[in-house]
């Protein structure tokens, strides 16, 4: 598997599992597992600083991304060892991390072969390949479990740790039950499932196509020619952004993602629409068209407003105004230009649109708004008002994960634990 | 072989102080030269050393480049001099030059101006000195001890009569890669070329080896200054893309780098090797430009801090390093400082360890 995809998917399971609290199978099985997650979501958190002086900032950064202090060494022993940071101490006390997360590159390859190196078990492996083929589609239990070679107990702990963090949901249809993943689902899951059962063999590539190509224009022939995914749009399992443009009203499409928090799905809608509107101005303007999306969005991030404004603006940018990303203004007579509000979560959208741009998927969405403060905070300690409490839910295990943890602590008891 | 100190040293110290307050890095044994193409060899001619140059990049990455002549002699035709320092100035590309004398002539003073150069006499460079607090700053370039202690370990050390071992040698061939190759080549090509050379003495320099350890420092600010140059490339044009604009600088710009893709496409065709035309350093080399260019009040200043962490760290076994009235950011410039270092080793091949002395500043 691709260490990229290796590297994402350990990240999908901290940031699924880290709201479950603390239960034998998944601390025990997934160890190596939580612990590259651990890292690629602190790693990405601490992407474009240069360097930490003070460790208690990092400590509560930590803190924010499901991390306690004790674990925390550990988890920055993994990101020095891949050269992601460089720990500078003066006798025992660490006096600066200095920062070398790669900014031109995903650096999730780098991670995912870092939990290669340290040998996952059988568990972990098909706990990390399922979620990968669950991205792509829902697949049949029993087809799921034929792939890989984990008798019936280990697939059903496995299966309780994955639907505990929801990476995994297993719903019935049509009599058989069948595994998705609600990471890979924006809406309905039932009419995600129905219309994979309707085009089984054509999910993954129909996924893959936008994924490839987030926001495609519904005009494009790949959309128009293909059956999944027009049902996929009339059945509302791909919705699509619509822009109102000074060439009419076009639609765009995204891949679906699911097992977000609500505020995060906010940022997700307005990264979509500033996308949208971006592909627009790409394929449908009535000027001239953009040629460099990456760096329209990037002005837009930095100068808060595009350098020159243009007569078409202010229709084709007004669905970022509806979504209260910004407004446009009159630059000179007839000509508009657009400001971008200059909030945390607007900025976090328009980095967003970029990742989606480039690599087709974002790992920005995950960022937490309170971890990135606390990184770039002198005073650590953020206040009441924007360190955001989540409950911690309990495991929902099987019988078959209960007996075995009760077998597991039998042992233990008995002290016949081999320690081997 | 102990080398003889020459007894314009005293001056040469102090404007190399004057111009380090003033932020500027000055870079061990300069010489011009000349490379003749012989069918099967190149000719190097000796053109003149430079006394003293000094480079500066700003926080937009613009380069300011010093060239100064220090004469103390009688016998010194000072007219003769400033034509010769001119001549010196245009052939290197540089900025501003200085001619300093114990004493100038008051006609001396006045053609200079005329030529583009400065004159300054002793008792003027005192003042400046004063004035510029450079002695308090150029205290953490070392003294008069730290710098003959530098000079002493520069080369490979023969002893009259014995013949080098191959390994000597081999280190031989990169100092005069130092010394002479690296001022003459284009800027862009410095990069790739320091590289190859020490990754061929890589497996030969011993952090236990007072003079392998002064040459991988070097060899550091070198790779700092070819990282500078590229930034100031890709900021001149436009940080939209700094990987292909990196690239572009690195292969020559767009003929050069399409010429050296279709060449690599070609040798793949043939089957004996599948190597990418990049490096596989190359890669995490573009990510720290890339770091450099966003945090400017450091990058600027990088050279400097390398320079200082020798005689501080080396030379002095300390573990902190500090420039006195230091501008910009100097836990920047420090953080950036050891990043480089410590990626030139990884490029390079040479062990990390030769830069233990500054792993815990």
């Known amino acids: 598997m691709d260490p990229t995809l290796i590297g994402l998917r350990t990240q999908d399971f901290h940031e699924s599992l880290k709201v479950v609290t603390t239960f034998g199978p998944k601390e025990v099985k997934f160890k190596n597992t939580l612990l590259i997650g651990k890292a690629s979501s602190l790693a990405m958190h601490l992407r474009g600083l240069l360097y930490i002086e003070q460790y208690e900032q990092?400590?509560?950064?930590?803190?924010?991304?499901?991390?306690?202090?004790?674990?925390?060494?550990?988890?920055?022993?993994?990101?020095?060892?891949?050269?992601?940071?460089?720990?500078?101490?003066?006798?025992?006390?660490?006096?600066?991390?200095?920062?070398?997360?790669?900014?031109?590159?995903?650096?999730?390859?780098?991670?995912?072969?870092?939990?290669?190196?340290?040998?996952?078990?059988?568990?972990?492996?098909?706990?990390?390949?399922?979620?990968?083929?669950?991205?792509?589609?829902?697949?049949?239990?029993?087809?799921?479990?034929?792939?890989?070679?984990?008798?019936?107990?280990?697939?059903?702990?496995?299966?309780?740790?994955?639907?505990?963090?929801?990476?995994?949901a297993i719903q019935t249809v049509d009599g058989t039950p069948t595994a998705y993943s609600p990471l890979a689902v924006d809406g309905n899951p039932s009419a995600y499932l129905q219309w994979a059962k309707r085009f089984p063999n054509e999910v993954t590539a129909a996924i893959e196509t936008l994924t490839q190509s987030q926001g495609l224009s519904m005009s494009d022939g790949r959309i128009a020619s293909n059956k999944s995914l027009m049902d996929a749009i009339q059945t509302g399992v791909i919705m699509p952004v619509t822009v109102s443009g000074a060439t009419g009203a076009q639609r765009f499409l995204f891949a679906p993602r699911g097992g977000l928090a609500p505020e995060e799905k906010t940022i997700l809608d307005k990264s979509r629409a500033i996308l949208s509107c971006v592909r627009y101005g790409q394929s449908f303007s009535q000027g001239v068209a953009i040629k460099y999306p990456r760096r329209i969005l990037e002005v837009l991030r930095d100068n808060k407003q595009f350098n020159r404004g243009h007569p078409d603006l202010m229709s084709q940018y007004g669905l970022l105004a509806e979504k209260l990303i910004g407004h446009p203004f009159e630059e000179s007579t007839n000509r508009w230009n657009f400001r971008i509000d200059d909030t945390d979560e607007n900025m976090k959208a328009l980095n967003i649109a970029i990742e989606m741009l480039e690599y087709g998927t974002s790992s920005s969405v995950s960022i937490d708004l309170d971890a990135q403060k606390a990184l770039l905070s002198p005073s650590q300690y953020q206040g009441p008002a924007s360190t955001r409490p989540r409950m911690t839910s309990d495991p929902v295990v099987s019988e078959v994960t209960r007996a075995d943890i009760i077998r597991e602590l039998t042992k233990l008891t008995r002290g016949m634990n081999t320690h081997g | 072989?102990?080398?003889?100190?020459?007894?314009?040293?005293?001056?040469?110290?102090?404007?190399?102080?004057?111009?380090?307050?003033?932020?500027?890095?000055?870079?061990?044994?300069?010489?011009?030269?000349?490379?003749?193409?012989?069918?099967?060899?190149?000719?190097?001619?000796?053109l003149t050393d430079l006394d003293v140059l000094g480079i500066k990049f700003d926080r937009l990455f613009n380069r300011t480049c010093v060239v100064g002549d220090c004469k103390s002699g009688k016998n010194v035709s000072d007219a003769n001099r400033l034509f010769w320092l001119r001549g010196v100035k245009d052939y290197f590309g540089a900025d501003l030059a200085y001619y300093l004398r114990p004493n100038i002539d008051s006609h001396i003073a006045a053609i200079a101006p005329k030529m583009g150069l400065c004159a300054l006499p002793a008792a003027h460079l005192d003042g400046l000195e004063l004035r510029l607090r450079a002695k308090e700053t150029g205290a953490a370039l070392g003294d008069f001890a730290d710098f003959e202690t530098t000079l002493q370990r520069w080369g490979i050390g023969t002893t009259k009569g014995v013949s080098p071992s191959q390994e000597q040698l081999q280190k031989k061939r990169v100092y005069s890669f130092l010394s002479y190759i690296y001022w003459y080549i284009e800027r862009f090509r410095a990069l790739m070329q320091l590289v190859g050379s020490f990754e061929s003495v890589a497996h030969v320099l011993s952090p236990d080896d007072d003079r392998d350890v002064l040459l991988a420092f070097v060899g550091a600010e070198r790779f700092a200054h070819c990282l500078l140059e590229a930034a100031a490339?890709?900021?001149?044009?436009?940080?939209?893309?700094?990987?292909?604009?990196?690239?572009?600088?690195?292969?020559?710009?767009?003929?050069?780098?399409?010429?050296?893709?279709?060449?690599?496409?070609?040798?793949?065709?043939?089957?004996?090797?599948?190597?990418?035309?990049?490096?596989?350093?190359?890669?995490?080399?573009?990510?720290?430009?890339?770091r450099m260019l966003h945090n400017p009040n450091g990058a600027c200043d990088v050279l400097r801090y390398i320079s200082v962490a020798y005689v501080s760290c080396v030379l002095h076994k300390k573990q902190e390093v500090v420039i006195p009235n230091a501008n910009g950011s100097p836990i920047e410039a420090i953080v950036l400082a050891k990043d480089i270092t410590l990626q030139f080793a990884k490029a390079t091949g040479i062990r990390e360890s030769i830069f233990d002395s500054i792993r815990s500043i």
């Open chain 1, 58 to 168: 990092i400590e509560y950064a930590a803190a924010s991304l499901g991390i306690n202090s004790i674990e925390l060494p550990v988890v920055l022993r993994e990101l020095e060892t891949i050269d992601f940071i460089r720990i500078t101490k003066s006798g025992e006390q660490v006096k600066r991390i200095d920062v070398k997360v790669p900014e031109f590159r995903s650096g999730y390859s780098e991670l995912g072969k870092r939990w290669q190196d340290l040998r996952p078990n059988e568990l972990e492996q098909a706990g990390i390949a399922s979620l990968e083929h669950l991205h792509h589609g829902p697949v049949a239990v029993p087809v799921l479990q034929s792939q890989y070679s984990l008798n019936s107990n280990e697939f059903a702990i496995m299966s309780d740790v994955m639907m505990c963090g929801q990476l995994l």
């Open chain 2, 1 to 46: 072989m102990a080398k003889t100190l020459d007894k314009d040293l005293p001056l040469k110290l102090q404007f190399r102080r004057i111009l380090f307050a003033e932020g500027y890095w000055s870079p061990l044994e300069v010489e011009l030269s000349n490379y003749e193409d012989l069918g099967n060899t190149l000719k190097r001619r000796s």
């Open chain 2, 233 to 290: 490339f890709i900021h001149s044009h436009g940080m939209q893309n700094i990987p292909a604009h990196a690239r572009l600088y690195f292969y020559g710009g767009p003929f050069g780098l399409r010429e050296k893709e279709r060449t690599f496409d070609l040798i793949r065709k043939l089957g004996v090797v599948n190597e990418e035309l990049d490096p596989p350093w190359l890669r995490d080399t573009i990510e720290l430009l890339g």
